[in-house]
């Protein structure tokens, strides 16, 4: 049994084929020995880039380095992650996030009326939960809804400068810099933030 490595214009292999399986080989493609394919296959799994030479023979070489947009690409989608990933910690799911809100709302009509009247229902259940007083609940919600916006501003903040730098970055070196720097940043962000009403 023959086998051979099918390549393109640039010289990749494109994939293998064999005489006594494959009705046709296609053009170009280069005959290989048992020895050269099991070695291929080899480099293949290990994240080697296949190839033929200019002589005409089959061999294996390290992934060219990827490229600034690809690299700048990467770094994007990490900073987005990272500010993702900060939102989640401090506010959990977006149903505990929408829970906060309510919360909030609630604890500023319930300031807004003099902390008269009924309480509300987030605002008595914090107060029973804490042993507080009605008022005593209202103030924290809204001091920590406060403190979780500021974060959130922050954090976009933060988010949307880190990316357009990292899309003017001249080098890959630089980019990753900035990248890395925002990440901290935003991790720092948050790192001492509570929940409103766990």
């Known amino acids: 049994m023959q086998r051979y490595a099918h390549t393109d214009n640039s010289l990749r292999v494109l994939g293998f084929y064999f005489d006594d399986i494959h009705a046709q080989i296609p053009t170009p493609c280069v005959a290989i020995s048992e020895e050269t394919y099991a070695e291929l296959l080899a ?3 290990i994240g080697k880039t296949l190839c033929v030479t200019e002589d005409g023979k089959a061999a294996c070489i390290d992934p060219p380095p990827p490229s600034l947009g690809q690299i700048r ?6 900073i987005d992650a990272a500010a993702d990933a900060a939102r989640l910690a401090v506010a959990g799911d977006p149903l505990r996030a929408a829970e906060y809100q309510i919360a909030e709302a609630e604890a500023k009509a319930y300031q807004a009326a003099g902390y008269t009247g009924e309480c509300p229902p987030s605002v008595k259940s914090w107060a029973e939960a804490k042993n507080w007083t009605s008022k005593q609940a209202a103030d924290n919600i809204i001091g920590e809804a406060a403190a979780w916006n500021a ?5 976009r903040d933060a988010r949307l400068k880190a990316k357009e730098a990292v899309r003017s970055a ?6 990753t810099a900035i990248a890395n720097a925002a990440i901290d940043g935003i991790k720092a962000k948050v790192a001492n ?6």
Not at 170 to 175: G, Q
């Open 43 to 45: 480099a293949q799994s």
């Open 73 to 78: 690409t990467m770094l994007l989608a990490n």
């Open 151 to 155: 974060a959130l501003y922050a954090l």
């Open 170 to 175: 001249l080098t890959a070196e630089t980019a």
């Open 193 to 198: 933030l509570g929940n409103a009403a766990s």
